[in-house]
């Protein structure tokens, strides 16, 4: 039953990280990273708060700091240290200040112990106004070590200090580890100063009262107002000392009180920024934009809520051969630019570059000094490194559904802050979000690929059954497209017209040749089936079931050919009933089919086209889309960079 405590963790790192600060302070010749070595710890691991040691760990550490320092009494040293006034920024020290009398701070003792150890349990009751005792009890299944014992002595010594008692004494009459049911100390203290001050105050008080007396008894020649001012003075001053000495400790335990206020403030700002980063990523991943703009939305997020100097996205090429930089904050712009041009190659299987074995392996990594690993990278990484200032990081891979898609990376230069283990966590959640949305967007530019090779395939195949009017529908697209354009129209809106307008004619293949086909005039038998073929195109269309943006897809195809007057078809709809996607189309189509060869007649000339465009806006086709598109036409003509068709068919 013992052995199994060996693979829990009691044991919080601000235990080790406070021996680790006395060691520093007093004992700075002990080597910590063998000393960390031997007890299997790692460094970031002791500094992060949120981290938990075994007892095979810390049995290890004391193991070979006792052999480093050939101290018997070094853990009591160190209980002593961890609670005492030179353990610089002790957030314990802070909290046992800040409260006004030593039973108090005891009591805290209990609900504190389960921030540092799990599994034990302390009880604390008050013996006398200048003593307590306080019992410790531990789980059976862990296995403790009598260092321990002695670490908890220093502590308990520690205490009643940090309340400015003084003369302090620790009784240990009950010990587990000499047949005890428990670990029970005694600890007793004398008054602060300021109380002692007052109890001289009061004894001098009362005798300075039959001391006056007896003077004006027996000395009767002696002046007795000098008497009473002599013993004023002496009592004014008694009180002013003490006065000025409860002041000053009232103002330590403000201090203290502020200090800890401060920090746990803090801690709730960071706290809190933890938590609404995961939300403000996940909701730029939800907007459904391109990979460029949700990853500038999560280093955006990442530079202002977390504590971190620099952040930077890496993703790799379509063939995983490279990683290449993508965005990131806090670089110098030398630094940046020479990361916009560098490449971080995936095809040596010996690399050993922290980017390309994290991207690999799809494992994090916390780097809190690069001079450790310089051994395991090449000269390239070692170089690169330098030239950033990289000095310690974190790393994480970017993953969905097992396939890794990049990296994203942090580092301190400036901040005194250590990177953490919490912090990796952090990291790989918010990489697991942008992977989630990296893959989303992918698969849907993948879909919208497929869709419009498919949309490209139908209307090519309608284009195809006349020579004549191959490429049809792709000019009336590309023109519909540069109206939107001059419009101001959403991406979202260009989407869906330019789909509608390669389309929009797809009902013809419900038309015989003979009248698609026929070289001359029309006869209006044949008008009419010609007619149907918008019907068409929005019965065929509807069967495709066009969602969300792209619903209105059928409608508009089918609505190319009414007229703002209400004499077009096949509903007969005027000026708003039409919608703005059909006017759009409806133009480009207009021109094109003027200015194109067709069985029937020779194309128009580009002013002819412009005049007959511009007769046709107001009753036939929407005024202000003519108008958009005339000025386009005359800035591309006057600066002679022309659409294909105008270099086929107008002569210019």
């Known amino acids: ?217 027996f000395q009767p020649e002696f002046p007795f107002q000098y008497s009473l001012l002599g013993s004023g003075i002496l009592l004014f001053t008694l009180n002013l000392f003490g006065k000025n000495r409860e002041i000053q400790e009232l103002k330590n335990k403000t201090q203290a009180f502020q200090t800890t206020t401060d920090y746990f403030l803090h801690q709730i700002d960071v706290n809190y920024n933890r938590t609404v980063i995961t939300h403000r990523v996940s909701e730029v991943i939800n907007k459904e934009i391109s990979i460029e703009e949700t990853l500038d939305g999560t280093i955006q997020a990442i530079q202002e809520l977390l504590e971190f100097d620099r952040g930077l996205i890496l993703l790799s090429n379509k063939e995983k051969t490279k990683l290449k930089f993508q965005n990131g ?157 001059r419009m101001g129209m959403s991406r979202k809106f260009r989407d869906m017209i330019h789909i509608a307008s390669l389309l929009h004619d797809y009902g013809k293949i419900g038309v015989p040749d003979s009248i698609l086909k026929k070289n001359g005039k029309l006869t209006s038998e044949e008008f009419d089936i010609i007619k149907t073929h918008v019907v068409k195109t929005r019965t065929i269309l509807n069967q495709i079931n066009f969602e969300g943006d792209l619903a209105g897809i059928p409608d508009i195809a089918a609505a190319h050919h009414e007229q703002i007057d209400g004499g077009g078809y096949p509903i007969g709809l005027k000026g708003d009933q039409i919608p703005l996607g059909a006017k759009i189309i409806a133009v480009a189509d207009f021109y094109d089919a003027i200015t194109s060869r067709r069985h029937y007649r020779s194309p128009m000339s580009y002013h002819m086209a412009i005049t007959t465009l511009k007769a046709e806006a107001g009753w036939h086709l929407d005024q202000d889309v003519v108008d958009v598109f005339c000025t386009y036409l005359d800035e591309e003509r006057s600066l002679h960079v022309s659409l294909t068709p105008l270099h086929d068919m107008r002569g210019v």
């Open 1 to 217: 039953m013992k052995d199994d405590g060996l693979e829990k963790k009691p044991y919080n790192s601000r235990i080790i990280n406070s021996y680790v600060k006395m060691i520093n302070l007093r004992y700075s010749y002990i080597d910590l990273d063998e000393l960390f070595a031997y007890a299997q710890m790692e460094n970031y691991q002791v500094d992060d708060p949120g981290y938990w040691f075994s007892q095979k760990q810390v049995d290890l550490f004391y193991e070979k700091l006792f052999q480093c320092t050939g101290k018997q009494t070094i853990a009591r040293e160190a209980g002593r240290f961890f609670s005492s006034l030179s353990y610089e920024g002790n957030l314990i020290k802070e909290i046992f200040l800040s409260i006004l009398d030593p039973l108090t701070a005891f009591k805290k003792v209990d609900k504190l112990s389960h921030n540092f150890t799990k599994y034990t349990h302390y009880s604390s009751r008050k013996l006398t106004n200048n003593s307590i005792e306080v019992t410790f009890n531990v789980d059976s299944f862990i296995n403790e070590k009598p260092y321990q014992c002695e670490n908890r002595i220093g502590m308990m010594e520690a205490v009643p200090i940090m309340v400015g008692l003084k003369n302090i004494t620790v009784e240990h009459p009950e010990c587990l580890f000499k047949n005890g049911n428990s670990c029970r100390y005694i600890v007793k203290w004398e008054d602060s100063l300021s109380k002692t001050l007052k109890k001289i105050q009061g004894i001098v008080f009362l005798g300075l009262l039959p001391l006056n007396g007896l003077l004006a008894v």
């Open 329 to 485: 904050y806090g670089y110098k712009q030398g630094f940046q630019e020479m990361l916009n041009t560098t490449d971080f190659s995936l095809t040596n299987p010996h690399s050993k570059g922290v980017f390309v074995v994290c991207f690999k392996e799809q494992k994090p990594f916390l780097i809190n000094n690069v001079e450790d690993i310089k051994k395991d990278l090449s000269l390239r990484s070692i170089a690169f490194t330098k030239s950033i200032g990289a000095k310690s990081f974190i790393c994480c891979p970017i993953v969905c559904d097992n396939e890794t898609l990049g990296i994203l990376s942090v580092d301190n230069m400036h901040s005194q802050r250590p990177l953490l283990q919490s912090d990796i966590s952090l990291l790989m959640g918010i990489a697991s979000i942008v992977g989630v949305g990296i893959k989303k967007i992918q698969l849907m530019k993948a879909r919208e690929s497929q869709l419009q090779s498919i949309i490209k395939v139908l209307a090519t195949s309608i284009d195809a059954r006349d020579p004549l009017t191959a490429g049809h529908s792709e000019k009336v697209a590309e023109y519909a497209d540069v109206i939107c354009k």
